[in-house]
């Protein structure tokens, strides 16, 4: 267990629904991170929060909404998906204002969109 | 943009073995580290290592940097069947500087 709890673990979805993914940190940091990692590619960053704000939007589609209620907990809302979405989801958190840099990443979310 | 490279992509060794796998970056860091990823699970950190340190230690694992060749090398010594997994190396993470991932070497240790 790394303090990072992802839920749901898997989801399928259609393109026309609307689903959320939840990321919770019971370790105190400052800073959460969604990522996209998909077969054979890098592990892609999307967003970025400091202190519930977003420092980073990697590009991403506006299919894919975050929203970070408190330090504690990241949202990514999810509609109208393609299926080339369907990857796995991993939140992660870290405390860079204390000089640590390892980030702590969640189990992930099995997304498959059909 | 990304910065880490992880060679090679695939490694598979019997167990007991020593298991060597390189990273290769562009520009300059202040760290490297390094997280190993089960199959479809989260990615976990291994070792953390600074760009005024050229070697270190973590239980079976041993880390070098070198910054002249912009290079870094995870060693993971007596190899285990549980050591199978994905491999990264990763870049930034200072500040609001975010991680930059490499895209892995996946090593199978064959009991």
């Known amino acids: 267990e790394t303090g990072v709890t992802q839920t749901p673990r898997h989801l399928v979805m259609g393109m026309t629904n609307k689903k959320s993914l939840k990321c919770e940190q019971h370790?105190?940091?400052?800073?959460m991170y969604w990522y996209k990692q998909s077969a054979k590619k890098p592990l892609e960053l999307m967003f970025v929060?400091?202190?519930?704000?977003?420092?980073e939007n990697n590009s991403v589609p506006s299919r894919f909404s975050p929203e970070c209620p408190n330090s504690s907990h990241l949202f990514l809302h999810l509609h109208t998906l393609q299926p080339e979405d369907s990857a796995l989801y991993l939140c992660?958190?870290?405390?860079?204002?204390?000089?640590?840099?390892?980030?702590?990443f969640g189990p992930g979310t099995r997304l498959t969109v059909t | 943009s990304q910065q880490g490279e992880e060679d090679p992509q695939a490694l598979s060794i019997q167990e007991g073995e020593n298991a060597t796998m390189n990273c290769s970056y562009k520009t300059s860091i202040n760290n490297l580290q390094w997280y190993r990823q089960n199959s479809g699970r989260g990615l976990v950190h291994l070792i953390l290592i600074r760009s005024n340190e050229r070697e270190k230690h973590s239980g079976r694992l041993r880390v070098t940097l070198d910054t002249s060749k912009k290079s870094s090398s995870l060693l993971i010594t007596a190899s285990r069947a549980a050591d199978t997994a994905s491999y990264f190396c990763a870049t930034g993470g200072e500040g609001n500087t975010p991680l930059v991932f490499g895209k892995g070497t996946r090593l199978s240790v064959i009991a």
């Open positions: 370790l105190g940091h400052n800073a």
């Open positions: 992660a958190s870290s405390h860079p204002t204390s000089g640590s840099y390892e980030q702590y």
């Open positions: 929060y400091n202190f519930k704000e977003q420092t």
